[in-house]
């Protein structure tokens, strides 16, 4: 018994556009088994992105829920209040209840005004929440230099940069807010 062609009428989408290509001497691009794509990071040196400054009022907008809720279990070991050449800063040590563990934060207005009223923040924390979700973003706005890390951006935990702190630096902000640092 001889076997019989059954033609299958060709699906819409872009399987059968690829399979059409392929038959075309193109090669055909599959992505490979757990291979997602990735959102493109914003990239601030492109032309269209806007340098926006990094404020007080705008690091406290954009803290995140997670780090708004656990930032009381917080606490101020050791505050110090400097004056540098670039600035008006303080230099934190704070201590989180669960797990027990210290993390050196600096806080630093870079046109000479009181941290709270500053038009230019320059933060850093030694934490790991901020080294892989914030650190990158917010050096390139000129808010942090990358002290911690590789200085890759962090492709799985902020892919967009968006510009945040963590809850040890979300502290330090509450603190310079209510001695008018």
């Known amino acids: 018994m001889a076997r019989q062609k059954v033609s299958v009428p060709a699906r819409s989408g872009s399987l059968a556009k690829r399979i059409k290509a392929a038959g075309k001497g193109q090669p055909m691009k599959v992505p490979m088994a757990g291979q997602a794509k990735r959102p493109a990071p914003m990239n601030p040196?492109?032309?269209?992105?806007?340098?926006?400054?990094?404020?007080?009022?705008?690091?406290?907008?954009?803290?995140?829920?997670?780090?708004?809720?656990?930032?009381?279990d917080v606490h101020l070991l050791r505050v110090q209040r400097y004056k540098a050449d670039d600035g008006v800063g303080t230099r934190t040590i704070t201590l989180d209840e669960k797990p027990p563990r210290k993390y050196i934060q600096i806080v630093l207005?870079?046109?000479?005004?009181?941290?709270?009223?500053?038009?230019?923040?320059?933060?850093?924390?030694?934490?790991?929440?901020?080294?892989y979700?914030?650190?990158?973003?917010?050096?390139?706005?000129?808010?942090?230099?990358i002290r911690y890390g590789n200085g890759e951006p962090p492709m799985s935990t902020n892919p967009r940069l968006m510009i945040s702190c963590c809850k040890h630096v979300l502290t330090v902000l509450r603190y310079c807010l209510a001695k008018k640092v």
Not at 110 to 131: A, I
Not at 133 to 145: D, I, Q
Request: charged share 25%.
């Open 109 to 131: 207005a870079q046109d000479g005004q009181p941290v709270y009223k500053t038009k230019q923040v320059w933060v850093s924390c030694s934490c790991k929440r901020f080294l």
């Open 45 to 72: 040196d492109a032309k269209g992105v806007k340098h926006s400054t990094v404020t007080f009022a705008r690091l406290f907008a954009n803290a995140s829920s997670t780090d708004a809720k656990y930032a009381p």
């Open 133 to 145: 979700y914030w650190e990158y973003a917010l050096h390139k706005r000129n808010a942090s230099e």
